[in-house]
Antibody, heavy 125, light 109 residues
Framework: EGQVGESGGGLVQPGRSLRLSCAAS????????MHWVRQRPGKGLEWVSV????????DYADSVRGRFTISRDNAKNFVYLQMNSLRAEDTASYYC??????????????????WGKGTTVNVSS | SFELTQPPSVSVSPGQTAKITCSGD??????AYWYQQKPGQAPVLVVF???ERPSGIPERFSGSGSGTTVTLTISGVQAEDEADYYC????????????FGGGTKLTVL
């Protein structure tokens, strides 16, 4: 089944940037799409972004499109989330999660079967 | 994108059956998935493709339903099942997006 683990969270001022990293192990990384999901304090889950197995397709939530960029390095088994122009409302725990499929847009994919423990991003002056 | 609607809370006594519903207009066209999240922990997939259970998930967790409403049923609820439960589906009407329900807090009395 495998494991994923996030890093890179912290305190950042509004308008600044931060890059989150997610290390994957225990599964064939380049067979699976990867997601980022966030959870604001005391709130529910909010999907952020997804990248296909070969980076050929990426998608974003409306709330982050144009500010966040997802990428992956299949040689290193990492997925990243570059977050620019951060806002107070981006404050959340950010989870990395493995999609069941490499092609998330197909009927066999689009859901997460392995999650990391999350990394916390606090956007505040 | 479409919405998924869940009741904010459900309460049951130990040993009883808990049913958590998830409603959405697009559910007839897309699978639903269910996640359990305990305080301070990451979500865990407990049901996928409406009715299937991942390995390692107790048999008391089951999914059902078709049409615009799906249901997560927990039979013989145990104290350890107290958690938040989220349904999830996908929206591919314009671009692709993942949609979560607002979550249901299951309280074991």
């Amino acid at each position: 089944e495998g494991q994923v683990g996030e890093s890179g969270g912290g305190l950042v001022q509004p308008g600044r940037s931060l890059r989150l990293s997610c290390a994957a192990s225990g599964f064939k990384f380049d067979n699976h799409a990867m997601h980022w999901v966030r959870q604001r304090p005391g709130k529910g889950l909010e999907w952020v972004s997804v990248i296909s197995w070969n980076s050929g397709r990426v998608d974003y939530a409306d709330s982050v499109r144009g500010r966040f960029t997802i990428s992956r390095d299949n040689a290193k088994n990492f997925v990243y989330l570059q977050m620019n122009s951060l806002r107070a409302e981006d404050t959340a725990s950010y989870y990395c999660a493995k999609d069941k499929s490499g092609h998330y847009e197909n009927p066999g994919g689009g859901y997460m079967d392995v999650w990391g423990k999350g990394t916390t991003v606090n956007v505040s002056s | 994108s479409f919405e998924l609607t869940q009741p904010p809370s459900v309460s049951v006594s130990p040993g009883q059956t808990a049913k958590i519903t998830c409603s959405g207009d697009a559910l007839p066209n897309h699978y639903a998935y269910w996640y359990q999240q305990k305080p301070g922990q990451a979500p865990v997939l407990v049901v996928f493709k409406n009715t299937e259970r991942p390995s390692g998930i107790p048999e008391r967790f089951s999914g059902s339903g078709s049409g615009t409403t799906v249901t997560l049923t927990i039979s013989g609820v145990q104290a350890e099942d107290e958690a938040d439960y989220y349904c999830q589906s996908v929206d591919i009407t314009a671009t692709f997006s993942v949609v979560f329900g607002g979550g249901t807090k299951l309280t074991v009395l």
